[in-house]
């Protein structure tokens, strides 16, 4: 069985896009220079130096994140699916940390969002919703982003958002670009 070529956009708080042949990752660009998603995405894509006819299909970040640049990516990307004709699978940031970093048993990942954190509770393969604030167990985050037990450097998630695409197509089903909708935060009240 050949290996599908999968692109992948995060756009959720910096730009990063990944380009993979099955698992193995043949190109990733991020781009943190100030510039809005909109502005880099032409140049972006044009570093990548692909076909995007050959591609296979596509995966995109739903949040959580800056909801602007979430719908400028997920916008681009359900459009670039529909007009190739191309199966699409949304992932969500929380989660992709949840199941690709090796951690304790029990543990949560967070982000922050503007003055917001918000985590998901994971137990073994068990994940909570969208929780608003700090957890009480061990937690994960990425450097400058928010304090927590284990600070990652930095965690790709249009890679893994691009490994998780792979394991949903292997699965078969629907994967329309109609069906997919940014995750929106909104702090208690």
Known sequence: ????????????????????????????????????????????????EVNLSELDALAVSLGIGYSTSLRIGITFMKTLAYVLKKPIVGYENLSLIGKFVKSPEVRAPILKVSQNYYHRVFNNQVQSPILEGLPNCFSISIKGNASADLELDYFPFSIYGGLYALEELSKGGEFSPMSLEPIYMRPAL
Do not use: R, Y
């Not at 959720?12 to 809005?36: I, Q």
């Open 1 to 48: 069985m050949q290996q599908p070529l999968i692109l992948s956009l995060d756009t959720s708080f910096v730009l990063n896009v990944s380009l993979l042949k099955g698992d193995k990752v043949l190109k990733h660009l991020f781009l943190d220079d100030g510039k809005k998603a909109l502005e880099n995405l032409p140049s972006v894509f044009k570093a990548l």
